[in-house]
């Protein structure tokens, strides 16, 4: 590996990482608009209004207006405010395993972006002022990336369970249990439902899985039966209603994050999108084509022009996904518990595993 | 940074800096100035400040947490029509760690107040305190009760005020905006969070004798020694005391007694107050000053006295004869006899006489309706109302009376008859001192264990006791002014007995409350793995608790292995105050026992007074209708609002429940057009209405009832009666069959969820339902689910009956008279029993017929008989199901707690 493509990865890793979190911050944003849209409200429209009368801001007002109007400075005021905000660590608590959770939490949600790839990645054609094409991935050429995200997901559990253990509250330690539970749970159908689209496209790597799309069809069509489980166990993995049960505000108070104030609170809020952004990523990529439009694009296709319009076209699919899975959070009420175990053990681990068998007949049968 | 007691003042001299004491040019210091943001401390302070103040202003998170009827508003100001989201201000957080400001929504009990206090403790810098409401801000019209504490500032720093009873949503959102006011006022350099020299925790107050401030501990034990309360006391008025009814026999000479005052009260206080004895006017009142109303002189007038009968409909004179036949011939002569219209019962006969009741009468009398107590001059009596479910509306009343002094009345316990005596027994043991042998867990359910009295009994007076009836003196214009707490040589709402002397060993970590309701360890068997089970404490602030409700859980992973509801943290004192009220004062105070249906407690307590009126207030035709139209009106409101909120528990995040909001607030339109308040309707009178429809109310009512709420209705049907989560969550959860519905005296749409065809309305007919073509529905599993479709076909039923009030309502008087503030109510004994949309309401009135105000005024709240049903429903299902199965019940905590 070169320097430049060392330093091009650390400007990759700084923008990605950047861009995400901020992106976190006015998810959360979208998510208060779509549920005001969902319940028939306005939603949150005025923060800074006020400061548009401050002799500094005037001249800002014509610009800043309908900023506000939307609501853009929301995310700001409240960043600001959990930056200000007393941390408290209560005196009952497991202080290293306390403090050690929401940076886990946070952590992990971030590294797994490092082998999903959000544009076209090989002979791009994009030319970055004569470095060489610039890969749209941070650390592209990983043939093994999905088992990586696989890896780095169950890791992020860790930051829930820890935050449970250790904030030695009676609601923590019940939220911590049910996600450790969801989690093993989930992981099964999850995996499974994904090897049916892998045996499909004899690849780990999910950039050959984008181009056999490209070349072929949509991986919901070959699999939608794979698509609909990893939906689903998509939900529960980043713990979104209907299976929020770690959290289950109206059960559980706040869950694993009840006793967390100001900044660490944000760190699990933060983790939480990231995870909603990743799980979108991975559906895209592994069942709508990725980057892929049918009969528009393909992998020849090179140069700026085209790799942006791949880049705008996956994180389009993207965002229609985040959108879908907060629409569904203010639609349907919750699971319980054990309902929530029996669909994973008794209805999707079976049927991925039926879904899995028939996959590798028919491959073995077509490629003779 | 330095501690700002070094800063200077933003405006005052700048502090010298070594680098900043060269002199600049004017000029260019201008120029420097205005194109540089920054130039010096006190702008660099002022940057800071402003983005600082702009994120908290903008970011200002409540603490989830509702206390009373303002809290109903407060979610009403997340719904559609008011929005607070818009301040960005919709995060209400279950967590007080997360949560920025604190909205103290209601009454603030003296129960309730250690738990503020610890919340408040918990809640992290910068925090703020919204008092809302009257009760939050002074005690508000529950000021006088012994469980409330007169202001949360009392003990909290409040800095936004919010007057209104309750404020409507506007004026939150117009207290939230004043919040943000003065935090855009706050500077960096004096924030007292920052300040090391500014104590901002609050010692939580303990639950002893009394609530007990801990920062006033030693002042507090001094008063009680020198027994300045006990002093006071002496000096006051005591209420007056009547003997318990006597059989027929016995009667006229018995009832010689007390006149009605031909003076108005006011004329009284008026007089008191200047000084002159009311006697002296001429009255035969006795004397203020004299001994105890006991032996006071009664004057010779007769007073009227009401039809004797327990309640409206009821089993009648020769049956109750046939009845008291039948028990002394079964049972022993002498078992039971008639004492107006009731049959009054030897305590140790009781059980006997109830088994044979229940089991053995040609009327099976298997439902309790309800149970209350009397404090008579003699004795205490204790009555129990009696239904039976296969022949409704033959109610008998039973009386048994026990020793008056305290503590020393004890009877039998019919638990094991009617075990929805339970929480009944209990109160009457809280509030009377009554023992229940036999009862299982004979704790105080209300109050907590070491209260020093038992608060409904007529000797004890509470802390800011001024008089036996109101208008207070201290209240009247033309006498001096007076704050209860100038009245009480505590200077607060807090009365300990002289005697008290454990002052050293007051906890604020003990929990008076909770600690004689841990459930016991193995209830119920469920886990095949050898594990351990733990207690959580649920409540009461918690999201799904529908107010300050708590329920003590063992549990073993998520199974519910045991379940105590714990209660009394809403207990605001209703009954006693409600026996100094004058009749016509207490109907607003009726408004605020289930919040949500206030039109619908107005007619339970006219009824149970217009029983004792009789022809003197007859209701009119055009009143009738207008209160069928306002009591269907509310049911389907306050059903509406329980389908949001089942479903809220159930996980779906307020979008149903707004929903169900939207159609509410039309309602309530309604209501305010007519009555003045969206809420607190304070809608009937005594024979009628207090006002007439305003124009064009009746087009309006028509075009929703006729245009939109089947719409809605239906709707609501469509999205959420086939989801299949719903489904999966609902059916077969938290079954209650219909026995134990009966025997747990369950009533409203969880009786009838339970497939037990039995609504007051028809049961017991009362204003003109007998007049209204519509269903009784019943469910047929007696689980979530059916109790959900219950109250959603019911509201069917109630668009049905609408259509057919609002088309036929006639023109004409509203009132059987003129409108009268001197309401006239002849002694005697009443209980009356309305279908609330919660269930069974039942007002008890005893009126002395002399003072005005009601003896003895209880309330047969379904809430909280409802709640008695929680234990048996929950065991064995999991957290997630405790939340939907109480939500299922639809509780109320103005009315469970009174």
């Avoid at chain 2, 009356?832 to 209880?858: C, M």
Wanted: glycine share 8%; proline share 7%.
């Amino acid at each position: 590996m070169t320097t430049i493509d060392l330093l091009g990865t650390f400007l990759k890793i700084l923008i990605v990482v950047g861009i995400s979190q901020g992106v976190v911050a006015y998810l959360i944003l979208v998510e208060r608009k779509i549920a005001a849209w969902a319940q028939d409200r306005i939603g949150p429209n005025r923060a800074g209004l006020e400061l548009l009368d401050r002799p500094g801001f005037r001249r800002l007002a014509p610009l800043l207006r309908p900023l506000i109007g939307l609501g853009l400075l929301h995310p700001i005021a409240d960043g600001v405010k959990m930056f200000v905000k007393e941390d408290v660590v209560p005196g009952y608590v497991n202080r290293p395993l306390y403090l050690l959770a929401p940076v886990l939490a946070i952590t992990m949600a971030t590294i797994a972006f490092a082998v999903v790839p959000f544009g076209p990645v090989g002979a791009t054609g994009a030319n970055f002022l004569g470095f060489g094409d610039v890969q749209f991935q941070i650390a592209p050429g990983i043939d093994i990336g999905i088992l990586y995200v696989f890896a780095i997901g169950s890791l992020a559990v860790y930051g829930v369970i820890l935050a449970g253990y250790s904030s030695n509250n009676k609601y923590s330690f019940l939220g911590a249990m049910r996600s450790s539970a969801q989690l093993i749970s989930y992981e099964l159908p999850l995996g499974l439902s994904i090897l049916g689209i892998i045996l499909i496209c004899r690849s780990l790597d999910l950039n050959a899985i984008i181009h056999w799309q490209d070349r072929h069809v949509w991986g919901i069509l070959v699999q939608p039966l794979g698509f609909l489980l990893f939906l689903i166990s998509a939900f529960a993995e980043t713990n979104r209603l209907p299976f929020d049960l770690p959290e289950s505000e109206q059960e559980l108070v706040g869950g694993f994050h009840t006793e967390y104030s100001a900044l660490k609170f944000g760190m699990f809020f933060l983790g939480e999108y990231l995870h909603v952004i990743t799980a979108s990523f991975l559906i895209t990529i592994l069942f709508l084509g990725g980057w892929d439009i049918p009969f528009l694009t393909d992998q020849a296709q090179t140069g700026w022009f085209w790799a942006l319009v791949k880049v705008f076209a996956l994180l389009l699919k993207v965002g229609l996904l985040i959108i879908l899975i907060m629409w569904v959070r203010w639609t349907l009420p919750r699971f319980r518990y054990d309902q929530l175990m029996d669909l994973a053990w008794k209805r999707m681990i079976p049927l991925a595993l039926l879904n899995l068998v028939a996959t590798a007949t028919i491959v073995q049968l077509v490629r003779g | 940074m330095s501690t700002p007691a070094t800063h200077p003042p933003r405006n005052g001299p700048s502090v010298i800096r070594p680098e900043w004491t060269v002199t600049i040019d004017p000029v260019l210091q201008k120029e420097l100035e205005r194109h540089v943001l920054v130039t010096d401390w006190n702008k660099l302070i002022g940057l800071v400040d402003t983005i600082y103040n702009w994120g908290r202003r903008s970011s200002l998170w409540p603490l989830g947490f509702g206390l009373a009827c303002c809290a109903i508003e407060m979610i009403c100001t997340a719904s559609s029509r008011f929005d607070i989201a818009r301040f960005g201000a919709e995060v209400f957080r279950g967590s007080p760690r997360q949560a920025d400001v604190m909205i103290v929504s209601g009454t603030v009990t003296k129960t309730m107040m250690p738990m503020i206090a610890r919340l408040y403790d918990q809640m992290p810098e910068p925090k703020y305190v919204i008092s809302m409401g009257a009760c939050a801000t002074g005690g508000g019209p529950f000021k006088e009760g012994y469980n409330v504490v007169s202001g949360i500032d009392k003990y909290l720093p409040v800095d936004v005020y919010i007057p209104g009873c309750p404020p409507t949503p506007q004026a939150l959102l117009h207290g939230l905006m004043a919040l943000q006011k003065k935090i855009d006022g706050e500077t960096i350099t004096d924030l007292p969070w920052y300040r090391r020299d500014v104590e901002r925790e609050i010692p939580v107050p303990v639950l002893g004798p009394d609530l007990i401030d801990l920062r006033t501990l030693e002042i507090t034990a001094e008063r009680t020694a020198l027994g300045l309360i006990e002093a006071r006391e002496a000096t006051l008025e005591k209420p007056p005391r009547i003997p318990a009814p006597q059989p027929a026999a016995a009667e006229p000479a018995e009832d010689a007694a007390p006149a009605a005052p031909p003076s108005s009260k006011l004329d009284k206080i008026r007089a008191r107050v200047q000084g002159t004895n009311p006697a002296a006017q001429g009255d035969g009142e006795t004397s203020a000053a004299s001994a105890p109303p006991k032996s006071a002189p009664r004057a010779a007038r007769k007073p009227k006295v009401a039809p004797v009968m327990p309640s409206l409909r009821w089993l009648g004179d020769e049956g109750l004869a046939a009845l008291a036949d039948r028990i002394n011939a079964e049972l022993g002569p002498g078992t039971a006899t008639i004492v107006q219209a009731a049959l009054l019962i030897p305590a140790d006969k009781l059980l006997e006489v109830a088994r044979f009741l229940r089991d053995s009468n040609v009327i099976r009398y298997d439902y309790l309706a309800s149970l209350q107590s009397v404090h008579y001059e003699d004795c205490i009596e204790v009555t129990y109302h009696l239904d039976s479910t296969s022949r409704p509306g033959s109610l008998i009343e039973l009386r048994v009376r026990v020793a008056e002094p305290e503590g020393q009345g004890k009877l039998p316990s019919v638990v094991s008859i009617w075990p929805g005596a339970d929480f009944q027994e209990r109160e009457v043991y809280d509030m009377m001192g009554v023992r229940f042998l036999g009862h299982p867990n004979l704790t105080r359910i209300l109050m907590w264990e070491g209260f020093a009295y038992h608060p409904l009994r007529k000797d004890y007076l509470e802390p800011y006791y001024e008089g036996p009836t109101k208008v207070l003196e201290s209240r009247v214009e033309d006498g001096q002014h007076f704050r209860g707490e100038e009245l009480n040589p505590h200077g607060t709402n807090i009365k300990i007995p002289q005697s008290y002397q454990g002052w050293n060993s007051l906890d604020p970590d003990a929990d008076p409350k909770g600690v004689h309701l841990i459930p016991p360890s193995a209830a119920v068997q469920v886990a095949e793995i050898d594990s351990e089970s733990f207690v959580l404490s649920m409540g009461p602030q918690h999201p799904s608790t529908h107010g300050v409700f708590r329920m003590n859980l063992r549990v073993d992973g998520e199974t519910v292995v045991g379940l105590k509801p714990v209660m009394g943290y809403m207990h605001r004192n209703h009954e006693k105050i409600g026996e100094r009220n004058t009749f016509l004062m207490n109907f607003p105070f009726t408004d605020r026992l289930d919040y949500l249906t206030s039109m619908a407690n107005n007619w339970g307590y006219a009824l149970a007074v217009e029983q004792l009126m009789g022809d003197d207030a007859k209701v009119p035709e055009r009143a009738e209708y207008i209160r069928v139209i306002m009591a269907e009106l509310t049911r389907i409101a306050s059903h509406m609002w329980s389908i949001g909120f089942l479903l809220n528990d159930l996980g779906a995040f307020f979008t149903p429940a707004l929903y169900a909001i939207e159609e509410r607030e039309l309602i309530l339109d309604l209501f305010e057009w007519a009555s003045g308040s969206r809420m607190m309707c304070n809608y009937f009178r005594f024979g009628g209405v207090a006002f007439d429809l305003p124009d064009g109310w009746l087009d309006r009512c028509q075009a929703i009832v006729y245009d939109r709420l089947e719409r809605r209705i239906d709707e609501l049907d469509r999205y959420l009666s086939g989801n299949e989560i719903l489904l999966e969550r609902c059916r077969g959860v938290g079954v209650l069959t219909a026995e134990q519905a009966i025997a747990l005296s369950t009533s409203g749409p969880v009786l009838r969820g339970s497939g037990v065809k039995y609504d007051i309305r028809r049961a017991a007919p009362y204003g003109i339902y007998d007049r209204f073509d519509f269903d009784v529905i019943t469910g047929t599993r007696g689980d979530i689910y059916d109790r959900y479709l219950v109250r959603l076909q019911e509201m069917r039923q109630s668009v049905k009956i609408l259509k057919h009030a609002v088309h036929d309502i006639p023109e004409g008087p509203i009132l059987p008279g003129k409108k009268s503030y001197q309401i006239k109510v002849p002694a005697g004994e009443a209980y009356s029993r309305t279908e609330a949309p919660k269930g069974e309401l039942g007002f008890y009135v005893i009126s002395d017929g002399t003072t005005g105000t009601a003896y003895r005024y209880h309330v047969r709240s379904p809430s909280f008989i409802n709640l008695t049903a929680l234990e048996t429903m929950c065991l064995g299902h999991t957290v997630a199901d405790v939340v939907g199965i109480l939500g299922s019940l639809d509780i109320v905590l103005g009315e469970v707690d009174r």
